[in-house]
C-alpha cells in the first residue's frame, strides 16, 4: 500500500466519522414545522391589524422562518408582502410580453395602464427590499417610511387601473395590486406592534 493510498483511506474515514458526528443538517430541516410559530407571537403581532384573518394566515402559514418573536414576525410580513409583490410584477410583465407579440394592439390605454403599473412595480419590490433589509441590519426607523412608500406605489397602479379601460387582465392586475396592498398594510400593522414594543 502506498502512502498515498493510506492517505485517502484515512482521510475518508476521517470525513465519514465527521460526518456522523456533525450532519451537514440545517437547523430548520432538523427540527419539525410545528415549532415553528408562536401561538402567542401571532395574537400579539395580529392584534391590531385591520384583517385578522389575514394577518394570522401570513404568520402561521409562513415559510420563511422561525416566528418567535415580534420581530421576527414583522420580518415575514414584509417577506410576504414582497412576494406578492414580485409575483405580481412578473405577472405584469408576462401580460405585457403577449400583448407585444401581438400583431395588432388592440387597447393603447390597455397597454398604458399596464406600463404605469409596471414601472410602480419595479419600485415596490425594490422598496419592500430595502424594508426588509432596514428592519434586519438597519436603520429601522426607514421600515415604516419603505412600507408606507410600497403602499403609496400600489396605490398609484391602482389610480392608473381605474383611469383605464377594464380589461380581463388589467382586472388580474388589479385583483393582484389589491392583494399586494392588504399585504403592505398587514406588514405595517405587524411592524408598528414590534416598533411600539422594541
Not at 25 to 38: C, D, E, W
Not at 41 to 50: I, M
Not at 64 to 70: K, M, Q, T, W
Not at 86 to 98: G, L, P
Amino acid at each position: 500500500m502506498t502512502s498515498l493510498t493510506c492517505f485517502l483511506i484515512l482521510l475518508s474515514l476521517y470525513v465519514t466519522a465527521y460526518a456522523r458526528i456533525n450532519p451537514l443538517i440545517h437547523p430548520a430541516q432538523s427540527q419539525p414545522r410545528t415549532g415553528l410559530v408562536s401561538p402567542d407571537v401571532v395574537a400579539k403581532a395580529c392584534e391590531p391589524s385591520p384583517n385578522k384573518a389575514l394577518c394570522v394566515s401570513v404568520l402561521k402559514s409562513q415559510t420563511i422562518g422561525y416566528v418567535n418573536d415580534l420581530k421576527q414576525a414583522a420580518y415575514v410580513a414584509i417577506q410576504v408582502a414582497s412576494s406578492e409583490a414580485v409575483a405580481t410584477s412578473e405577472m405584469i410583465k408576462a401580460t405585457r410580453r403577449r400583448e407585444e407579440d401581438k400583431d395588432v394592439v388592440e387597447d393603447g390605454i390597455e397597454e398604458e395602464t399596464l406600463a404605469d403599473c409596471a414601472m410602480n412595480y419595479i419600485s415596490l419590490v425594490e422598496i419592500l427590499s430595502d424594508a426588509a433589509s432596514a428592519l434586519m441590519t438597519g436603520p429601522e426607523s426607514d421600515v415604516m417610511i419603505e412600507v408606507k412608500a410600497a403602499m403609496t406605489t400600489a396605490e398609484t397602479c391602482e389610480k392608473s387601473i381605474a383611469s383605464g379601460r377594464k380589461s380581463p387582465m388589467v382586472e388580474e392586475v388589479a385583483k393582484k395590486n389589491e392583494n399586494v396592498r392588504k399585504f403592505c398594510s398587514n406588514a405595517l400593522s405587524v411592524y408598528n406592534v414590534y416598533a411600539t414594543q422594541h
